[in-house]
């Protein structure tokens, strides 16, 4: 099936800095959600999005739902070494109503303290 | 309260046997969703329920049989697996509105399935 364009595929970061990271697709979507996953957990939701150019805010989170509303954006700020994990990217697209997500591949985020 | 619960949380099996995962919301949400993933890939859809209906099924082979008794509970049945089915098995669920659809999924903590 379809996937997202998620990048970068992994960061390697000092504790304190700020991360980027996006996903683009070529489709329209109305729902952009960004989670975050822990090794043998599930994914957890950070933040979700349903507006074009909705800027949200969750602590050091901050995702927007980019005006093409073919892309989205997640900035974490003053990384913590307990940010380490695997960032997704997923969202669905437009007139869909039967539920299915399309997952970016992750970003894997390493912080060195 | 946003919390969706998997039993068990890890299951060997033979390829001989039969078991079942299970999974629960008590959120209210209409669509409940099974989930594949293996390490360091995203999850891929296996199937979705929509008010207790089977509303997609991804092609998934007839050794996954899923199950959905009530709008809480989701079971995935399975018998005679194989080795490359070992993975995280996820279950999901989201809130439906009536002219969006389907909105925020939230995950319960898996099943790691490893098959023997």
């Known amino acids: 099936g379809q996937q997202l364009n998620q990048s970068p595929q992994s960061m390697f970061i000092q504790e304190g800095e700020d991360v980027s990271m996006n996903c683009t697709s070529s489709?329209?979507?109305?729902?952009w959600l960004w989670y975050k996953q822990d090794p043998g957990e599930g994914p957890v939701l950070l933040i979700a999005?349903?507006?074009?150019?909705e800027l949200t805010s969750n602590g050091r989170l901050t995702a927007q739902f980019g005006t093409t509303r073919k892309d989205s954006f997640l900035n974490i700020s003053a990384s913590i070494p307990s940010d380490v994990g695997i960032y997704f990217c997923?969202?669905?697209?437009?007139?869909?109503?039967?539920?299915?997500?399309?997952f970016g591949r992750g970003t894997q985020l390493t912080v060195w303290p | 309260d946003t919390e969706v619960t998997q039993t068990p949380k890890h299951l060997v099996m033979g390829m001989t046997n039969k078991k079942s995962l299970k999974c629960e919301q008590h959120?209210?949400?209409?669509?409940m969703y099974w989930y594949k993933q293996k390490a360091k890939k995203p999850p891929e859809l296996m199937f979705v329920?929509?008010?207790?209906?089977?509303?997609i099924n991804e092609s998934v082979p007839s050794r996954f049989s899923p199950e959905c008794p009530n709008s809480s509970l989701l079971n995935l049945h399975l018998h005679a697996l194989q080795p490359e089915d070992s993975a995280l098995y996820l279950c999901?669920?989201?809130?439906?509105?009536?002219?969006?659809?389907?909105?925020?999924?939230?995950f319960g903590q898996g099943t790691r399935l490893t098959v023997v």
């Open positions: 999005l349903y507006k074009a150019g």
């Open positions: 959120m209210g949400h209409r669509a």
């Open positions: 999901a669920s989201s809130q439906v509105l009536e002219k969006f659809g389907p909105t925020e999924a939230f």
């Open positions: 997923a969202g669905r697209r437009r007139g869909s109503t039967l539920g299915r997500l399309y």
């Open positions: 329920y929509s008010y207790e209906k089977l509303s």
């Open positions: 489709s329209i979507f109305n729902t």
